[in-house]
């Protein structure tokens, strides 16, 4: 049976364990792009702290309109910086996929999955294990699938409809760079609001993104949830209910997890195959070191 330190095969490349770094914003991203030394080693510490998958914060992959805080991955000139990210994780065993994420600013779609196979041309060559592309938060990509989106332009589709672009982006992303860079899908269990996307709906985006090439589905609830109770592990019954009809892919789960006891748990009884955690690992970054500690005086006793 797996736990929550039980090594993991992906694609042919080996996580450490089953704990994966939330893309939350570090706040060291500056308005230039580039990922400077602070921010690389702000990630380091992780790595070293025994984090086995790495999710950066959001990388652009194209120029933003307004200046902003963020990094960048739309030119060549970002790849030293990012390099000297990937090499960091690496350095002690952890294996680290870039978050890319494009403004919601109207691009046409045919430009869309352009640049996200740049973008994936330049993760590889800067040495992420993998990508994950976005529909569960703010972005171009998460505004084409919301049905909430489409309801407020007067559009009625469906989400099998919705998804295309998404899908379009994945299969090209397959067929050019095949098992050398995980595809990774962040998306919404449900977004448990009035017109927004229902449980019914993300099974069915699961089901055909895994069909066309992602090999892990970071499955969340965002956070157009305001009345919804939060306790310890409140999404994962959503989580579980994905994971079931997407057994072929790896499947990540959050969600207030940060009692090693309770991570352990969610590993051990099959909901989900890795947990990620946000808070925890921001506020202290050696989390990974101390739940193997607790986990350890747990089982001696």
């Known amino acids: ?45 992780r790595a070293r702290a025994g984090v086995g998958l790495i999710v950066t914060e959001l ?53 869309l999955v352009e640049l996200y196979l740049q973008a994936a041309w330049r993760a590889l060559a800067a040495g992420a294990d993998g990508v994950f592309l976005s529909i569960a938060d703010d ?12 309801l407020s332009n007067g559009a009625h589709s469906s989400a099998n409809d919705r998804i295309q672009p998404v899908l379009a982006i994945v299969e090209q992303m397959r067929q050019r760079f095949g098992r050398r860079l995980w595809i990774g899908l962040r998306m919404p269990a449900a977004e448990l609001i009035p017109g927004g996307l229902r449980h019914q709906d993300a099974r069915l985006i699961a089901r055909r993104a895994v069909a066309a090439g992602v090999q892990m589905l970071d499955v969340t609830v965002n956070r157009y949830t305001p009345d919804v109770a939060r306790f310890p592990g409140w999404t994962i019954p959503l989580v579980a209910g994905i994971r079931r009809i997407a057994s072929e892919a790896v499947v990540i789960g959050s969600g207030q997890l940060s009692d090693p006891l309770l991570a352990d748990a969610v590993i051990q009884d099959g909901s989900v195959d890795l947990v990620m955690l946000c808070t925890a690992l921001r506020m202290v970054p050696e989390w990974p070191q101390l739940a193997r500690r607790s986990l350890l005086s747990v089982s001696v006793e």
Request: net charge neutral.
């Open 59 to 111: 990388l652009l992959i194209c120029e933003p309109s307004e200046p902003v805080a963020h990094l960048g991955i739309w030119h060549d000139s970002f790849l030293p910086g990012l390099r000297r990210l990937s090499a960091a994780a690496h350095a002690f065993g952890s294996r680290i996929a870039f978050l890319l994420e494009a403004p919601a600013v109207g691009i046409p779609v045919t430009s």
């Open 1 to 45: 049976m797996a736990d929550l330190f039980t090594p993991l095969q992906v694609a042919g490349r080996q996580l450490a364990n089953r704990i994966v770094m939330a893309p939350a914003p570090s706040g060291l991203a500056g308005r230039d792009g580039f990922c400077h030394a602070a921010l690389v080693s702000y990630y380091e510490r």
């Open 139 to 150: 972005g171009a990509l998460a505004q084409l699938v919301s049905p909430r989106h489409a």
